[in-house]
């Protein structure tokens, strides 16, 4: 199936182009297998606080930052996130929805509900229907350009594998069991590896922790420091 997904960000003019190719590789099936909204609450006033360093450079370089759900529409199947960045007097809300298909995906983001950045169609999935199941895949495919330089497209592509269902992650705000980790690849047209990303989820719960594994000194690990999930 092939899919196209367009945004454009007002901020600096570029409108970037993401041709989508699902691809779904099933090597085993945990027990007990779950949807994706049982790892992405998003219950009105659930909260979850993360701190981020560098792992190499200055590494006494910490943020913290807040992420809270501030609304839902009237099926509760769409979400309106709060992201707070403590380094600046700036909040980023993003938009998340439960999709027919049971996917959960990101839909757009901006400065405030009303000043939307971002548009995504279709929308950026973050964690399909099953996610439960190792080894299966899917990619985006990004197409960026801009309208004043339209010469200067370029085409890069992310990779996402279901990596392990049954992980044990120690973070500040504890230690969880059966945890969901997703690797996610980022190519450059030429085929090298730009970076490489581990996200970690725990039933119930949301994203514990997020690993970026850059080249030179842009590699960096967010935890959860602490976290309340709304009834």
């Known amino acids: ?15 970037r182009i993401f ?34 360093r560098p792992l190499s450079g200055n590494q006494d370089k910490v943020f913290t930052y807040e992420t809270v759900v501030e609304s839902t529409d009237i099926s509760k199947k769409a979400a309106m996130f709060i992201t707070k960045d403590t380094r600046a007097e700036k909040s980023t809300f993003k938009r998340y929805l439960v999709d027919k298909e049971g996917d959960t995906v990101w839909i757009s983001m901006g400065v405030s509900p009303s000043l939307i950045l971002m548009d995504f169609d279709p929308p950026y999935i973050v964690l399909p229907h ?6 299966k895949s899917w990619e985006w495919i990004w197409e960026e350009h801009s309208d004043e330089y339209p010469d200067s497209t370029f085409i890069r592509t992310t990779l996402f594998t279901v990596m392990s269902t049954h992980e044990t992650i120690t973070v500040p705000a504890g230690t969880f069991t059966d945890v969901l980790k997703i690797r996610m690849i980022d190519i450059d047209p030429e085929g090298k590896i730009n970076g490489m990303y581990y996200r970690y989820f725990a039933g119930k719960v949301g994203e514990i922790l997020f690993l970026k594994e850059t080249p030179g000194e842009n590699a960096s690990r967010s935890e959860l420091i602490e976290y309340s999930i709304a009834p």
């Open 1 to 15: 199936m092939f899919h196209k997904m367009t945004y454009t960000d007002l901020c600096h003019g570029w409108r």
């Open 19 to 52: 041709p989508l190719i699902g691809i779904a590789i099933i090597a085993t099936t945990s027990a007990g297998a779950q949807t994706a909204v049982d790892y992405f609450p998003m219950t009105v006033g659930s909260r979850w606080v993360y701190s981020e």
């Open 130 to 135: 099953e996610p439960s199941k190792v080894g």
